[in-house]
């Protein structure tokens, strides 16, 4: 491969056997999970990646949870639909469960876990993006 600083981020993975069956693929082609030090992560971005968190992790290296998507899809709205993107706050309990869900389930499984995401721009002026509440869950 040739790389060794490269971790794989494998976005809307829907179920751990569509995870198994991307990892296999990339196997078929040369990318080797832990061969050369190569991680691959699910991005956490969709509910069920949070319900299954358990089974992901024995599957990926890592979590790297997509607030901007979770928190769409938690919500069921679209944040650039003028309709309801007033209600698109990914401060929402929900939201903020549905993170210190995943990161228990990272750290009991030892999974390494990161987020990232952005604020649309139509909301950059109306409030701040802060997570704190959610990166630290109660055991």
């Not at 040369?30 to 991680?39: K, M, N």
């Not at 993170?99 to 721009?121: H, Y």
Request: charged share 25%.
């Amino acid at each position: 491969m040739g790389l060794t600083n490269i971790k794989v981020m494998v976005p809307f993975c829907r179920t751990p056997e569509e995870g198994k069956k991307v990892v296999a693929q990339m196997k078929k082609f040369g990318l080797v999970q832990g061969e050369e030090g190569l991680e691959i992560y699910v991005m956490c971005e969709i509910p069920s990646n949070v319900i299954c968190a358990d089974q992901f992790a024995d599957i990926f290296d890592g979590f790297s949870i997509g607030s901007n998507d979770l928190t769409q899809l938690a919500l069921g709205l679209d944040r650039d639909s003028s309709l309801v993107a007033h209600l698109y706050d990914e401060r929402s309990e929900a939201v903020k469960r549905l993170v210190a869900q995943v990161i228990k389930v990272a750290r009991e499984k030892g999974r390494k876990i990161g987020i990232c995401g952005r604020v649309p721009a139509t909301s950059l002026n109306s409030r701040s993006f802060s997570w704190n509440a959610a990166l630290t869950p109660s055991a």
